[in-house]
């Protein structure tokens, strides 16, 4: 399935950014953006990824105590956000 571009920039890493921001569906273009963020990003920061692993771990188990403490919060804002990723019948895109 082919996405349209949503912004005049697409094919930006700003554009990726306000696709995610957003939830609106990412095309191609923005697709390679974030691929080429990315490599720049690990060439130029080696020693962050071990870093960047770590908080990622810390921030999803932080993201389950919090859906533990507050289940009934976390269902509602899990389907409103699964609604506005793929669409108002929550079917897979
Ligand atoms: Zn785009």
């Known amino acids: 399935m082919t996405v349209e571009h949503a912004f005049e920039d697409c094919g930006t890493y700003a ?4 696709h995610k921001k957003r939830g609106i569906p990412i095309d191609d273009d923005c697709k390679a953006a974030l691929r080429e963020y990315m490599r720049e990003y690990r060439e ?50």
């Open 15 to 18: 554009a990726y950014q306000r």
């Open 44 to 93: 130029n920061h080696p020693d962050t990824l071990k870093r960047d692993r770590r908080v990622a771990t810390a921030r999803s188990r932080a993201l389950t105590r919090l859906a533990n403490a507050h289940p009934g919060e976390y269902s509602r804002l899990l389907r409103e956000e699964r609604q506005r990723v793929l669409g108002s019948n929550g079917a897979r895109a």
